[in-house]
């Protein structure tokens, strides 16, 4: 373990000063601020500063991983011939990337709600979950970028492969889902429908902090009964045993691959 | 494994999605000795290299460092000094940084006593500490390549292709410093296209055709076999040799 946290602090270093994190800091930051100057009053910030996320913050988690575990490959190659398990090594890079990531949207989102005054008071808890699911996401698509990049060897494969699947879970997963829901509007679809939006870790991320807000009421019944669930104590152990599962496998997945990987 | 073999490989296979890199390799590099392993590209090289470092796993066949085999250890890389063919480092981090994280990782391992900090001096590294190793020159960086090899004085060092890039007095104070290494009575096995360089260093050849070591002997060995005192005309004298008379039979002088 010990070897481990030594290339994860290395990690850390090289990271938060790389120019792509920095930037990524910086537009956070300005994305929040602006939301923040035009768009009233800060539930209404909370919201759209969601959508921002949850877009961009899966992307950036696999594009910059996927880019960044190719490029680390040959020195890969030097740590591996180094007196260093190959657990250590998997482990303590991926640790590193998503504590520096990490660190980097939760200055940039949670940076102006502080200077706002937000800090504490009623918008405390709200922010609290939006920037704690935020981070989940932030070590689920980490540890999907690593599982890529070490699976595929071709980069354009690696890169295309996790760009597909951003696409998929924030875009067409959620346009089957309406499909689905337009196509059985005669039946009871609400249940399935609530188990159907826990498989994909954006939208379970999403539902999460529309709870925290009070516009869930908008929804409508389905609203209602996603509220009765989610937010009860089962569902929210549920869902946050769903978001480790979601971090677990890629994590699991990629370490065995790159134990067994010839390089 | 005879008593003072450093590393002996035995019988061991590879393949990359269907071709062959190592077809069946054994062989012992004996301790105190200069190998070097020559080869045409994809001969099966650096596969073999890097099945005794451990990043490759092999199909079939045993590497043993000493007396222990290889296979899912990393304890025993502390004695072994690594140089690779190429090296890129994580960019934003400076020299020092660098130095430091590999020694931290040897820190508390045995086996890793004084360093050896000849090269890093004399390739004038501690002048350029603070720069961040993006921005150094591909000939720079294979010198600290080089010196993160020797740094912890291994007992067996492995080079791939260690003057490639290296500017020609870089290669010298290489060449220097492999040299003393024997003299100090470590071992050294190391890739070269360079027969001139080999010539100059090498005590024992393994040459590798298609995944095989194809000869396995001394230079003297060599010589008095092709009857050519040169060793580059030796060497294609004997894989003419072999084209010609029975093929696929290889030449191990030293079992006969």
């Not at chain 1, 999460?208 to 009860?232: C, P």
């Not at chain 2, 690779?84 to 820190?107: M, W």
């Not at chain 2, 067996?156 to 010298?172: F, H, K, M, R, Y």
Request: proline residues 4%; contains cysteine.
């Amino acid at each position: 373990m010990g070897q481990a946290v030594k290339i994860l602090t290395y990690e850390i270093h090289n990271l938060v000063r790389s120019r792509w994190l920095i930037g990524m800091g910086v537009l956070l930051l300005a994305a929040t601020e602006v939301l923040f100057r035009f768009g009233g009053d800060p539930s209404r910030a909370v919201t759209s500063l969601m959508n921002v996320v949850f877009l961009i913050v899966p992307l950036v988690s696999l594009v910059l991983g996927t880019v960044y575990f190719y490029s680390s490959r040959e020195f890969n190659e030097l740590l591996l011939a180094q007196p260093v398990n190959r657990t250590a090594i998997y482990l303590g890079k991926l640790a590193g990337f998503t504590a520096a990531l990490s660190l980097v949207f939760a200055l940039g989102t949670g940076l102006p709600f502080l200077l706002h005054g937000y800090g504490l008071g009623d918008y405390a808890g709200k922010v609290a979950i939006l920037l704690l699911v935020g981070e989940a996401l932030v070590i689920i698509f980490s540890a999907v970028a690593f599982l890529a990049a070490t699976r595929y060897e071709d980069r354009v494969k690696g890169l295309g492969s996790v760009i597909l699947l951003w696409f998929f879970l924030s875009a067409v997963y959620d346009g089957l889902l309406l499909l689905a829901v337009h196509a059985f509007h005669r039946y009871p679809y609400e249940t399935p429908l609530m188990a159907l939006v826990m498989l994909n870790p954006i939208d379970l991320g999403r539902i999460l902090v529309l709870l925290q807000l009070d516009i869930s009421a908008l929804m409508g019944f389905t609203g209602a009964l996603f509220r009765k669930f989610y937010g009860s104590g089962v569902g929210t152990a549920v869902s946050s045993a769903m978001l480790v599962l979601y971090a677990a496998i890629p994590i699991v997945l990629g370490l065995l691959s790159f134990r067994r990987k010839d390089f | 494994m005879r008593e003072n073999d450093v590393i002996g490989i035995e019988n061991l296979s590879k393949s990359f999605g269907g071709v062959r890199a190592l077809d069946g390799v054994s062989l012992a590099v004996r301790a105190g000795t200069v190998t070097a392993v020559l080869g045409p590209n994809a001969s099966g090289k650096s596969t073999l290299i890097k099945c005794i470092l451990g990043l490759v796993n092999p199909d079939e066949g045993e590497v043993h460092l000493e007396d222990a085999p290889v296979k899912g250890e990393w304890r025993y890389r502390a004695r072994i000094g690594y140089m690779p063919q190429s090296a890129k480092f994580p960019e934003n981090l400076t020299v020092d940084e660098l130095f430091a994280l590999l020694k931290d990782i040897r820190k508390d391992l045995p086996g890793s006593g004084a360093l050896d900090t000849e090269l890093y001096e004399r390739f004038g590294l501690s002048a350029i500490g603070r720069r961040r190793l993006g921005v150094l020159s591909g000939g720079t960086r294979q010198r600290i390549n080089a010196a993160i090899a020797f740094l912890f004085a291994p007992p067996l060092l492995i080079l791939d292709e260690p003057t490639v890039g290296l500017d020609p007095l870089s290669a010298v104070i290489l060449r220097d410093k492999i040299r003393d290494q024997r003299a100090g009575g470590r071992t050294v096995l190391l890739t070269s296209h360079l027969v001139g360089e080999v010539e100059e260093m090498a005590d024992h050849i393994v040459y590798m055709l298609e995944g095989r070591p194809f000869f396995d002997g001394s230079i003297d060995d060599l010589r008095r076999l092709t009857s050519e005192p040169k060793l580059e005309r030796a060497i294609v004298r004997l894989m003419e040799e072999n084209r010609s008379g029975a093929s696929g039979q290889n030449t191990d002088v030293r079992n006969s």
